[in-house]
């Protein structure tokens, strides 16, 4: 027997994701929605079309708002499901995702906007992060149906006036909350430092500040998807504004999220963008601007993931997340998730490969060797002002600026 979810942007049905008797999705846009002068595709790799979408065709999207890897098969342990069931996991937990989107049973009704939170003691929340490792967004926890995508324990919260709420029934977070990993040592204040030299040298960054709750630290990162609007009577009400990651945009599945999986290479995150921006010249050097930083830092994580398309009046790069010195940690790859001019290696990269990746782009070879030295040299003039008194933030400024250095030398000769 078939199975269907009434999928939702914003407030607007726009189709229904069904899975069939065999356990097979598909995907259809609403007639309503294709007759709507104002519908817009749910992703650029689902064009509205009349005609279904296969499995093959639309996993790339729908699996994209998960989580990844493990933190899979923990939810679907808790929840009875399988782990590779995408229509169970998203009618279980697809109340409040990335983006605009929401799942919602077939024929029932889409909340209303007199949202509910649940507000956190300081006890409660430590508890909270402190258990995200074995029931990770909290799934299962009644009311709640939170989704994000990634490998790394989080949860998404509403904060009002300093006060911290679990949304409920779908209602829209405000916040994401990404608790300390125990295996990696001062992750919340290399992500944090990280961040703000991101933003102090001209990058689009999600904001984002350190927190600690009992023994726990945290990382707090607002949201860039929602946005605050007024109604008619001049109340405040949260707006979700949709967005989709390269991969989703590419129709690529999240298993294969790194290059050398079949993940999106730069030479196709900068033809998306060439495509679709709205304002292409400048989100070309914001996502240049980008490869060169998280280069130069040493953030070998950035796949097609980790960059992403904010959609509404205009179709814009998103601000950068999840930036941090993986170097930092020797356990992690050394293997960059793109080649940048056909180099993985980070500590092999040359000016030749940044003249490779220039041709690959489109862009002008001079230009772009000259915009890794000014990043670099930029990055070293802003980075001491956010050191602080935590050892890991030194050690990964220390790390940063050897690497800068070292980088100018190879540059300059």
């Known amino acids: 027997m078939s199975r269907t979810l009434d999928v939702y942007l914003q407030r607007d049905l726009v189709g229904q994701l069904i899975q069939d008797e065999n356990g097979q999705l598909a995907f259809y846009y609403d007639e309503g929605w294709l007759n709507n002068p104002k519908a817009v595709p749910l992703s650029h790799s689902l064009l509205l079309r009349k005609e279904k979408f296969s499995r093959n065709e639309c996993r790339g999207f729908f699996a994209g708002i998960l989580p990844d890897e493990s933190k899979r098969e923990i939810i679907a342990k808790n929840l009875g499901i399988s ?34 939170y649940r507000p956190l003691t300081s006890g409660k929340l430590a508890e909270i992060l402190k258990m995200l490792p074995r029931r990770p967004l909290m799934a299962g926890e009644d009311g709640i149906r939170l989704s994000l995508a990634g490998a790394q324990d989080k949860i998404a919260v509403h904060v009002h006036d300093g006060e911290i709420s679990i949304p409920l029934g779908g209602a829209p977070s405000t916040h994401i909350l990404k608790p300390a990993i125990e295996h990696f040592e001062g992750i919340v204040f290399n992500e944090a430092f990280c961040m703000k030299l991101a933003h102090a040298i001209g990058l689009q960054t999600a904001r984002a500040e350190v927190g600690k709750v009992e023994d726990v630290d945290y990382l707090l990162v607002e949201r860039y998807d929602r946005t605050v609007h007024k109604d008619a009577s001049g109340a405040e009400y949260l707006e979700r504004q949709h967005q989709e990651d390269f991969c989703q945009a590419l129709g690529v599945i999240p298993d294969n999220k790194y290059q050398n999986e079949g993940g999106p290479s730069l030479k196709q995150c900068f033809d998306l963008l060439r495509e679709l921006s709205s ?43 999840d930036v941090l010195s993986t170097t930092y940690y020797p356990d992690l790859a050394k293997k960059m998730a793109m080649k940048i001019g056909g180099e993985y290696e980070s500590d092999k990269v040359t000016p030749k490969n940044f003249d490779q990746l220039a041709d690959e782009t489109g862009l002008a070879k001079p230009s772009v060797k000259r915009r890794v030295q000014e990043v670099a040299e930029t990055v070293l003039s802003k980075a001491p002002a956010f050191v602080t008194d935590n050892p890991t933030t030194k050690t990964v400024a220390a790390l940063i600026e050897g690497r800068c250095t070292k980088v100018l030398q190879k540059f300059k000769s």
């Open 279 to 321: 304002a292409p010249v400048i989100d070309l050097q914001g996502l240049l601007d980008a490869v060169i930083f998280n280069f130069l830092i040493g953030n070998h994580d950035a796949h097609g993931k980790n960059f992403s398309l904010l959609y509404g009046g205009e179709t814009r790069l998103a601000p950068l997340y």
């Open 83 to 116: 782990a590779r069931n995408d229509f169970a996991m998203l009618e279980q937990i697809g109340g409040e995702c990335a983006g605009a989107v929401t799942f919602i049973p077939a024929g029932e009704k889409l909340p209303e906007r007199n949202y509910s």
